[in-house]
């Protein structure tokens, strides 16, 4: 059984980053993609940044482009969302979440940058982002 394990939220003022990671135990071979989702209160959930691993593409939402990036520390079988430059409307609960399927290989596209939360077969419990301006 996958499962999917947030760190790293916390509050910081405008201006400052933060690093979340995403553990991942019982995963075997490339055909995932892990994406960073969010959800501010009362707002729909949002993909943040997706990556791909069977060949290591990222993509990030035109939202956040620019400040947030997306790896991956194989040997700890981590994700990680480096988020520069935060702003206040960046709060939101992060989620981390996998799609363990051959399907993968299509996500992170160019042309659909993150996929539909609908697509996703495992979920983390969230890691809660604020940031004060």
């Known amino acids: 059984e996958v499962q999917l394990v947030e760190s790293g939220g916390g509050l910081v003022q405008a201006g400052g980053s933060l690093r979340l990671s995403c553990a991942a135990s019982g995963v075997s071979g490339d055909d995932y993609a892990i994406v960073w989702f969010r959800q501010a209160p009362g707002k729909e959930r949002e993909g943040v940044s997706c990556f791909r691993g069977f060949d290591g593409k990222t993509n990030v939402a035109d939202s956040v482009k620019g400040r947030f990036t997306i790896s991956r520390d194989s040997a700890k079988n981590t994700v990680y969302l480096q988020m520069n430059s935060l702003k206040p409307e960046d709060t939101a609960v992060y989620y981390c979440?996998?799609?363990?399927?051959?399907?993968?290989?299509?996500?992170?596209?160019?042309?659909?940058?993150?996929?539909?939360?609908?697509?996703?077969?495992?979920w983390g419990k969230g890691t809660l982002v604020t940031v004060s301006s």
């Open positions: 979440a996998g799609a363990f399927t051959p399907w993968s290989r299509w996500m992170c596209s160019d042309y659909e940058p993150t996929p539909s939360y609908s697509a996703m077969d495992t």
